[in-house]
């Protein structure tokens, strides 16, 4: 079964920290990259980070940058958001995701780039 499984959402206080997972093990399909969303009440969907698996290239919307790092654990099939000094705007439902093609870098953040998206993870920054 194909599957996408993100962990790691919680509650933590602006200046806080959270390390969000995404396991693709249960992926059996050849992917060119991996990316979080998040998507907060009344807000579309953003793209927050990319990793392109061909070259090992990362991208970040202006929300994350600096404070924000993906990574990617081959041997546990698993991508990593870090993310330190959260802010309350920070507050969302965050998504990984997996695209099966690459219409290049200044796409990376175009939802209709992801075929497969997982459940979510929530994400609440308040004191």
């Known amino acids: 079964q194909t599957q996408l499984v993100e962990s790691g959402g919680g509650l933590v206080q602006p200046g806080g920290s959270l390390r969000l997972s995404c396991s693709l093990s249960?992926?059996?399909?050849?992917?060119?990259?991996v990316a979080w969303f998040r998507q907060a009440p009344g807000k579309e969907r953003e793209g927050v980070s990319c990793?392109?698996?061909?070259?090992?290239?990362?991208y970040y919307g202006d929300s994350g940058k600096g404070r924000f790092t993906i990574s990617r654990d081959m041997a546990k099939n698993t991508v990593y958001l870090q993310m330190n000094s959260l802010k309350p705007e920070d507050t969302a439902v965050y998504y990984c995701?997996?695209?099966?093609?690459?219409?290049?870098?200044?796409?990376?953040?175009?939802?209709?780039?992801?075929?497969?998206w997982g459940q979510g993870t929530q994400v609440t920054v308040s004191s």
């Open positions: 249960r992926f059996t399909l050849p992917y060119y990259a």
């Open positions: 990793l392109s698996t061909s070259d090992g290239f990362t």
């Open positions: 995701a997996t695209a099966l093609r690459w219409w290049g870098e200044t796409a990376w953040s175009r939802r209709d780039m992801y075929d497969l």
